[in-house]
């Protein structure tokens, strides 16, 4: 009794079950080709589409560096409305006051960076280093600025309290800055380069953490600090725009909300003037992005499921077909003592056998091109801003192996159930 449950155990692994299965689907190998290909290509088109959204929104985030995402930005424009006097159009800057002012009163704020930009970077040169000229972007800035859009700082530091407190003529200066103005075996650090006539020494270098032409138009930046900054170029109190971010527990709206009631009461803004101060929430645009690619994947699964669909039911046909040309060969099967569970079997093992077999050689067509692909690109230097390492999660392709399997069983379940409901007498009259 106990061999018997043995053997009933191992029907699955039956050599001659499957070598049978292999002969009937090898009795019109065209027709089982070009269904297997259905089954294939919609896995190895999702492994592509799946490869190929990741490549993309790999691209835009890796833009972003480690750019706080609860942040926002605001700086100053004309007034659209006439406002206690004052005409509309009329033109203002924000200043230290404001500064302040946001400090004191807005306790969501987590971070405030004011922040100025020099003359120059517009292809005049402005930085002199012995024989050496540059043309650059100068920037004045405060610590907080490296925590709101954080840079890699590869040696020395950034600029920090105490540069702001005493006006101090030191720079903070970008990979690309570096290999204009220095010698490539000269350490830059602690000495000393020329701005707009004035010397400043050299306090730290850096690189990007963004990516594509973005990183290399960042990596031309020199960062001072801001009050320097304020005095070396003439702009008095004068700041240029805000960047400030939100406490964790509080969404940038707020900040950004309060931020504009302060700056309004302060420059005599009508309060229902929207166009007055300029602003970009990163925090709004980060959600808009995250719903975009969300609706990207979205999008792909539903088309590739679709073609899944349309190659599982492929099978399902060709499981039909193959059943009514076995119709005699089944009752016989019937009449020599198979249950109906035993023709069922067969029959669903046959479907899942197609599609297992052209489901894995399709997952592993599109993984091998996705990885193609990306070597491709960082073999060439082609990746980077729109397309970056398309890559799929392992875990997510096998699912979709498993459940592609499951569908091969419900596949075959249609063709096994017109199989055992033909009698086995009716069978064996079938010519």
Known sequence: MNKHKKIKSFELIDIDKWKEIISTLK?????TFFTAFGVFWGIFMLIIMLGSGNGLHNAVFQNMGDFATNSCFMWTQQTSISYKGFPRGRSYRFNNGDTEALLQNIPELKDL??????YGGDGANNAVRGKKTGAFTIFGDYPAWNRIDPIKVTSGRFINDLDIKNNRKVVVIGKRVVEVLFEADENPLNEYIKINGV????VGVFKSKK??????????????????LQRIYNFGEDVGWYAMTAMDDFPADVVEDKARAILKVRHSIAPEDDRAIGGFNVAKEFKKMHGLFAGINGLI?????????????????????????????????????????????????????LTSIAGSLGLVAGFWLIELIDFIMES????????????VDFRIAISALIILIFAGIFAGLIPAKRAVSIKPIDALRTE
């Open 211 to 228: 990516g594509g032409q973005q990183a290399e138009r960042e990596e031309q930046n020199v960062h001072m600090p801001f009050t320097t």
């Open 380 to 391: 060439g230097g082609t990746s980077g801003e729109m397309f970056k390492n398309p890559e």
């Open 301 to 353: 699964w539903i088309v590739g499921i679709g073609t899944l669909l349309a190659g599982v039911i492929g099978v399902s046909n060709i499981m039909l077909v193959i059943v009514k040309e076995r119709t005699k060969e089944i009752g016989i099967q019937r009449a020599l003592g198979a249950t109906p569970a035993n023709v069922i079997l067969q029959i669903i093992n046959e479907a899942v056998f």
């Open 113 to 118: 960076s004011p922040r100025l930009q020099g």
């Open 27 to 31: 009795k019109n190998k065209v027709r």
């Open 199 to 202: 010397y400043f020494k050299v």
